[in-house]
C-alpha cells in the first residue's frame, strides 16, 4: 500500500511537469530542442510508475482473491459444523427474527427455513410462556449468556418442553451481531421430575419403554440400569466348564445392570415378552426417592441371591428342586384356580444349573412329581405349582 501511495506521489509530480512542458511549449514563438526529450523522459516516468502501480495491484487482487476463497472454505466449514451440532440450533438477530436453523432445528421443530426464516421465534412460545420469554430476551444487551426454560410449538399443533441457552455473538466494534439460541427437548425430564414430586411414586412411569421378545438377549447400557416394567427377565453367567448358571430372575418393578455384578461373564434373557424402563445411575443420585425404590428392588435381588446360595447348599438334588419351585413361586409366580402358575417357562437346562445337577436328573423328577399331582403344565408348558387339588364330579 505504501508503495502504490508513492508510486500514485510520482506519477501526479510527472503529470505536473508534463503539464508545465505543455504549458511552456504553448508560449514559446518556437518550441525549445531540449523540450520534446524532456517532455518523452516524464511520460517514460508515468509508464514506469503507471506499470509498477499495475503489477502491485495485480499482486493484491491475487492476495485477496486467495484470502476471498480461503474465507468462503471456512465459512463452509463452520456451516457444516452448525448443521452437524447435534442439539438444534436457531440463529437470530438481536430482536429474535429467524436468520438460519439447521437439521436438528428442522427435525425438533418439525418446520423447514422457509416455513420460520424471517420471523420471530417468540412466535414458537407458548402463550403462557411469552411473558417470561421476553424478560430473558431483554437481558441479552446486559448478560452474554442466558438461559431459560418455555414451551415451544412443534409445528403445526403440538407443543414441547424446552431449554433454550442463548449465546450472543458480537462484532468487533461491541455491537450484537446475531444471537445463537440452543434449544434441547426437556419433555422426558419434566415428566421424570413431576413423578417425583407425586405422593406416590413408581419409578416405571412417565418413561420410555424398551421391549424385547422371549428369548432375546438384552443389551446392557453403561452409566444406567433396566428396571422390569413387565415380563421376566433370567440373569446367568458361565461356569469353568462352560456350562450355563441362573444367578437370578428378575420380575416386575426390580432392577439389572452390569453396575450390580462383579461377574466377568454376565447376561440377560428374556424369559417372556418383557417391557423394560431405562434409568440413568445419575438420576438415582439425585433423587432420594428413586434410590428408596431401587433400594427395595435391590433387597429383593438380595434375598433372592440369598436363597439360591442356599439351594446350593442344600445335599439331597430332591430338596434342592423343592426349595427352587417355592422359590419361583415366590419370584414369578402368578395364583391360579390350581394353585400357582410360573408366568415364565424355565427349560428343565435352567432349572439343573440351579440345583447344581444334570438335566436328565431334574427331567426325572420333574416327571416324578407331576405324577405325584403336586406340578402340573397349561397349555402353554407353564409349569403350575398344584397348591389345592380341582375335585372332578363323579358320574
Known sequence: MDNISSLSRRAKSA?????????????????????????????GIVSEALQIAIDELDQQQQQISQLQNELQAERQRYQSLFEFIPDACVITNAIGSIEGLNSAGMQLLNAQPQDIMGKSLASLVVSEDLPLFQAKLAQIGQLERVEVSVRLYRRPTTFFNAALTIQVIRTPEGEIAYLQWLI????????????????EYDPRLDRSLFQYSKGEMIKFEPQSLWMVVEGVVKLTTISERGEEMLVGLVGDSMVFGPSLTALHTYQAIALSDVKLALIPISEIAQSPKLAQAILSSLKQRLQQTESLLAIYGQIRVEERLHSLLMLLKQAIGQPVEQGTRLRARLTHQDFASACCTTRVTVT?????????????????NHYIIITRRIPTSSA
Do not use: F, V
Not at 514563438?29 to 516524464?42: F, G, H, I, Q, V
Open 15 to 43: 503529470c505536473e511537469r508534463l503539464s508545465e512542458l505543455y504549458r511552456i511549449a504553448n508560449a514559446a514563438p518556437s518550441p525549445s530542442p531540449d523540450l520534446l526529450p524532456s517532455a518523452l523522459k516524464e511520460l
Open 364 to 380: 426325572r423328577l420333574l416327571g416324578k412329581l407331576q405324577e405325584q399331582g403336586k406340578i402340573t403344565q397349561d397349555a402353554h
Open 184 to 199: 434441547r427437548d426437556i419433555t422426558e425430564r419434566k415428566r421424570a421430575e413431576a413423578a417425583l414430586d407425586a405422593p
